[in-house]
């Protein structure tokens, strides 16, 4: 079970997708991660690889906008859209397209963000090189922010290139990024 831990929404109970899906972010982690950010309000806020949308809708209910998700799943789509539809969302952006794809699409309209919050597949590895790519399309914000959400210790090249602040709940590492 999945849950709102903050804001507008909080404690509602969201679906999920089947665990050889995703992978949930645990309560704690989003508490621990919600707090270290403080004020979102009015944060433009994008879920690059949102699973149930739980990333998402936490920060929609603490205020932030717009904000987008994208999920390529289209099994994790239907639950993400029951979860809005739960809760009355209407007003997040889903996109469904490969990362890539969403990347391109959203650096056409000039849709740029102060959060971007990274949680992809297990295959994927967030290193200097996956940042770099995001960066090409120049969809974050001056003084933006970059959070990747990973079970291993990120690549060094970006902990010394990066003010990046580690924040571990369990096997779970929110890695804040900070500094582009």
Do not use: C, W
């Not at 944060?43 to 906008?65: N, P, Q, V, W």
């Not at 979860?83 to 209407?90: A, P, S």
């Amino acid at each position: 079970m999945i849950r709102v831990v903050g804001g507008k929404y909080k404690r509602r109970v969201l679906e999920q997708p089947d665990s050889s899906i995703t992978r949930p972010t645990k309560d704690i982690a989003k508490e621990g991660l919600f707090s270290s950010l403080g004020d979102i309000n009015n944060k433009s806020f994008l879920d690059l690889f949102s699973g149930s949308g739980a990333i998402s809708i936490e920060a929609y209910s603490r205020g932030a906008s717009p904000v987008y998700l994208n999920e390529k799943n289209r099994d994790a789509l239907k639950v993400i859209n029951s979860n809005l539809d739960k809760l009355g969302i209407t007003d997040i952006k889903v996109l469904n397209k490969d990362y890539k794809d969403a990347l391109t699409y959203l650096s056409s309209k000039q849709i740029t963000f102060d959060i971007i919050f990274l949680d992809p597949p297990y295959k994927m590895i967030i290193d200097e090189s996956f940042i770099n790519t995001i960066l090409l399309y120049n969809i974050l914000n001056k003084d933006g922010i970059i959070i990747a959400e990973t079970d291993y210790d990120i690549d060094k090249n970006l902990v010394e290139k990066y003010n990046v602040k580690i924040l571990k709940y369990g096997r779970s590492l929110m890695n804040i990024i900070r500094g582009f």
